[in-house]
């Protein structure tokens, strides 16, 4: 168990260090000069406040069955992204948390973890769309919404008609047993999130002196992160994934690359490195419940 530990933790420290060494696009003495202390607290505020209303997230939806405190959701949710770095969708992610728990409830926890995720799935995908009909890149929007129609009216009957068929012991009727004001505060909690992150992107738009009107730069971020989240990867390369996706959107409006890419790396070291530091030392202090 002490060496399993000690890869998850010696993992993540590499993922930041390759991250650092390999972004040739980022010059940290450019960043140097629109940080100061101020909006480093500012920064700090977004970015805990999102891992916070992560963590209440987390809390809510193991109330199903079992109350948890504040304390153990956070080593939870912290400990259980530090497990998933090198991971396909984060979906490590569901293997760590139910080491938290005892073995009977396995299933009840994967099958939250699921709902969790597919919620703020839910919220990007239709926050996404709105950011392409909102945003400049209005080309194929008619398209984007009639595919996402014919989708929905498609998927609704198949999801009732096989609502009692399990996958691995899960099936649409378990997800809908949960009360309607369970599902309402999960997505309350997914909702504000998006909100958060998406508002300290834009606050970084403005702190690098790039001057869009409201509705282009909240639009394009929208849809920046609807496309990132789409393409299949490992949580490993996600600042890269999401990068790539920023750089293209932006680039056609204008924006410097540095400018972005410098963006997308503070909101990396801000949402991402320090929440995995403080998850591995929830990994390096986890006492394993099953033997």
């Given amino acids: 168990m002490v060496t399993v530990k000690l890869l998850i933790v010696s993992g993540a420290i590499y993922y930041i260090y390759w991250h650092f060494n390999g972004d040739k696009k980022v010059d940290f003495n450019q960043i140097k000069g629109y940080l100061d202390l101020k909006t480093l607290l500012i920064l700090t505020a977004f970015s805990s406040v999102n891992w916070i209303l992560e963590i209440f997230k987390w809390r809510h939806l ?11 959701a956070m080593e939870q949710s912290l400990g259980s992204l530090t ?37 703020q799935m839910f919220v990007t995908t239709v926050f996404g769309l709105i950011g392409i009909l909102i945003s400049d890149f209005k080309f194929e929007v008619f398209n984007w919404f009639l595919v996402f129609a014919v ?4 998927c609704l009957p198949l999801l009732y008609f096989f609502r009692n068929v399990e996958v691995f012991g899960f099936s649409i009727r378990k997800i809908i047993s949960f009360s309607f004001d369970f599902h309402l505060n999960n997505l309350r909690f997914s909702i504000v999130r998006y909100l958060v992150f998406s508002l300290q ?13 409201f509705t282009t730069a909240i639009g394009t ?9 789409i393409i299949p990867t490992i949580h490993f390369l996600d600042v890269a994934i999401k990068g790539s996706v920023a750089l293209f959107l932006f680039g056609q409006l204008g924006i410097d690359d540095w400018k972005i890419a410098a963006i997308i790396s503070i909101m990396w070291i801000f949402n991402l490195v320090i929440p995995l530091l ?10 394993p419940l099953r033997k």
């Fill in 201 to 213: 992107f834009l606050f970084l738009l403005l702190l690098f002196d790039i001057n869009l009107d």
């Fill in 83 to 119: 497990a998933s770095i090198f991971t396909p969708n984060r979906i490590g992610e569901y293997g760590a948390k139910v080491l938290y728990f005892p073995k009977e409830n396995t299933k009840q926890i994967v099958l939250l973890n699921f709902i969790g995720n597919s919620s």
């Fill in 221 to 229: 971020i929208f849809t920046m992160y609807f496309l990132a989240s």
């Fill in 62 to 72: 193991v109330s199903s069955f079992k109350e948890i405190s504040f304390i153990e």
């Fill in 278 to 287: 403080f998850g591995s030392i929830f990994v390096l202090n986890y006492k």
């Fill in 151 to 154: 989708i929905v009216i498609i």
